[in-house]
């Protein structure tokens, strides 16, 4: 079966699960590896220009990487086949830098606010920008004996110290790719019980990535802005393709 999928689906299906494998097994070796090409926000000290790309290639879990290559597989090579393999990858990375972009910009707008917070209480910012490393750690440090300011320079220290990590960006653009060329063909997916045509699932996909963007909900640590990003530029690389496509005939 794999034989049948399309080679540019095909590699970069091979060339995540290569990352995932070796990123587990230097890991094991402790090595961090995602503190290299996993996506920190650009204004972190730990930021590194080539993480904007890398970042697709690394995933946090089996079942992430398990869900991302599995649609890749289902949604990709048709769209490879009707885009030929340029344009496909073209899509497929426009659609995974704009999830990158927009889920910063929003990082951008969280970290301006708290530091104005933080900066109005009399709190030095820098003393946060100060603690950033690439080491794991699974509680955060306490900043100041205020409670309103230990809690603002926590969510500080979340942003700048955890990376985005996935082809969610890339593969959302997929799905809004192929639900603007096949507006009628209809879709299963887990826990649906019904098939849904795939033209109500980019606003689908769009109206729960705001909401749970927005809403932000405890425990929560998917980067839905990226994947709202995402679904945004494949739904209008394909529309702007569809358009020249049309004229041209």
Known sequence: MFSQLTPVTKNIIIINVIFFVGAFLLGNANINVDALLAGYFPLSPNFRS???????????SILHIAFNMMTLWSFGPVLEQVLGQKKFIILYFA????????????????VMQISNILISQGFDIHEVYKTID?????????????PSINIEAQNLYGILKTPMVGASGAIFGVIAAFSTLFPEAKLMFMFIPFPIKAKYLTPIIIVVSIFLGFRQFSGDNIAHFAHLGG?????????????NRDRIQ
Do not use: C, D
């Open 95 to 110: 659609s995974g830098l704009g999830g990158f972009l927009l889920y910063n910009i929003w990082n951008y707008v969280e």
């Open 134 to 146: 690439t080491s794991y750690v699974r509680y955060y440090p306490n900043f100041s004996s205020n």
């Open 231 to 243: 679904a945004l530029i494949g739904f209008l690389y394909i529309w702007n393709w569809k358009k």
């Open 50 to 60: 080539w993480q904007i790309i890398t970042h697709m290639f690394m995933h946090g």
